[in-house]
C-alpha cells in the first residue's frame, strides 16, 4: 500500500493526531508539576529532599523506560503503545486521589514515567514514519515544539486550577490524558512497525555518538535553566527571567521558521553549527555586562540549541535499520534524561567551586564538545554534499 510517505506528501490529519496526543499528554502528566511540592508539604511534612523526590521521579523511568518503549514500539505498533503511554498518564493523574501515602506518590511519579516515556518515544518514530523522507528533520523537531507546548500549557493551568482544590487539578490531569487517547486513536496505524530484525540489544550503536552529543549540550540547558537569574543578580541586573523567556520563545520559533535545515542542508552540518550557536550564546551570558546583552545571548543559544536535537535525532535514524528505529530513538532520548542527571549536580558544584560565570563557560565547553563528538558521525547520505 502507497504511503503519504511514500508519496511525499504530509499526512496533515494523522500528525495532528500524534502531534495532539502528545500535547494533551504531556499538559496531563505536568499540570500537577507546579502544584506537587505544596502538597506533599501539606500531606505529609516532608523535607526539600522528599519533595525533589516526588517531583523528578518521572525522570529516573523515563530515562530507564525509553529504549525498551522504542523496542516495543518496533514490535508491536508505534500507535499501540502510544496508546498505552497515554492510558499509564490518565491512571497515574487518577491514582493521585487515593490516600497512598508519601512512599506510594512517588510510586505513582514512577509509574507515570513510563507513560511519559511510551508516550514520547513511540509517537517519534510514528512521526518519522509518516514523514517524507526529506521532511523528517523538520517533523522530529515540530514534534518537540508539541511536547515543550504541552508542558508550558500544563503548568500553567495546573498552577491556575489550584485555587480550585488539589482534586480539581488531578482530575484535569485526567481529563488531559483522555483527551490524548483519543486524538491518537482517531490515527489509523499499521498493524506493526516491522519485526526487529535479530538482536542488538536496546542501547543500539548508532544511538550512541549522536546521545553522547546530546549529554554534553545538556550542559548548557542546565545551566541556563538553573543559574542564568543569579548569574545577572550576582551583576546587580534584574528580570533575568527575560533571558528564559527569550530563550523559550526563540526554541519553539527556530522549529517552525527553520526547522527544515536539517533535511534541506543535511543533519551533521546542521549540528555543527548549531553546537556553536549554543557556545557562542552562553560565551555572551557569561560575560554579559547587562541585561539586553544576557538576553541576546539566550537568543543566540535558543536558536543554536533548538535545531540540535532534531539534527541529532535524524543522524540517529540514518544509520539505523527501519524495524530498530523505535529502540534507536528510545535510546538515544535516554541521553538527555542522563545529561541532565549528571550536569544538574555537576553544575552546582562548578557554581559553588568557581562562581556563576563559570557555569555557562562550562556550558560552552560542552558544546564545543558536542559538535566534536558530531563530526565524528558518518552520515553516508552526506557524502554526495560533501563531495560537491
Known sequence: ??????????????????????????????????????????SFGATDFAIGLVVMATALTALLVRPVAGHLADRYGHRRVMQMGALIVAAGGALYFLPLGLAGLVADRLLLGVGEASLFTAGAVWTVSLAPHHRRGQLIGLYGVSMWGGISVGTF???ALLPAGYGAVWGFSVAAALA????????????????????????????LLPGAALALAAAGYAGLAAFVVLHLQARGIHSGVAVLSGFSAVYGGTRLVIGHLPDRLGPRRVA????????????????????????????????????LHPS??????????????????GAYT????????????????????????????????????????????????????AAG
Open 1 to 42: 500500500m502507497t504511503t503519504s510517505a511514500d508519496r511525499g506528501t504530509i499526512p496533515r490529519r494523522a500528525l495532528v493526531g500524534v502531534f495532539g496526543g502528545l500535547f494533551c499528554g504531556y499538559v496531563g502528566l505536568t499540570a500537577a508539576i507546579p502544584v506537587l511540592p505544596g502538597f506533599v508539604r501539606e
Open 272 to 307: 555543527i553549527w548549531s553546537g556553536i550557536g549554543e557556545a557562542v550564546g552562553l560565551l555572551i551570558i557569561a560575560l554579559a555586562p547587562n541585561l539586553p546583552v544576557a538576553v541576546f545571548g539566550g537568543l543566540v543559544m535558543g536558536v543554536g540549541f533548538s535545531l
Open 157 to 159: 493551568l495546573g498552577a
Open 334 to 385: 535516554s541521553f538527555w534524561d542522563l545529561g541532565l542527571a549528571v550536569w544538574g549536580p555537576l553544575i552546582g558544584v562548578v557554581a559553588t567551586g568557581f562562581g556563576y560565570p563559570a557555569v555557562f563557560v562550562v556550558g560552552a565547553v560542552c558544546a564545543a564538545a558536542a559538535v566534536a563528538v558530531a563530526l565524528c558521525v558518518r552520515q553516508p547520505s552526506e557524502q554526495p554534499a
Open 180 to 207: 490524548g487517547l483519543l486524538l491518537i486513536s482517531s490515527v489509523p496505524g499499521p498493524s506493526h512497525a516491522g519485526q526487529p530484525s535479530g538482536g542488538g540489544g536496546l542501547l543500539l550503536r548508532p544511538a
Open 312 to 329: 541529532l535525532a535524524l543522524m540517529v535514524m540514518n544509520l539505523t535499520d527501519s524495524s530498530k528505529q523505535g529502540a534507536a530513538i
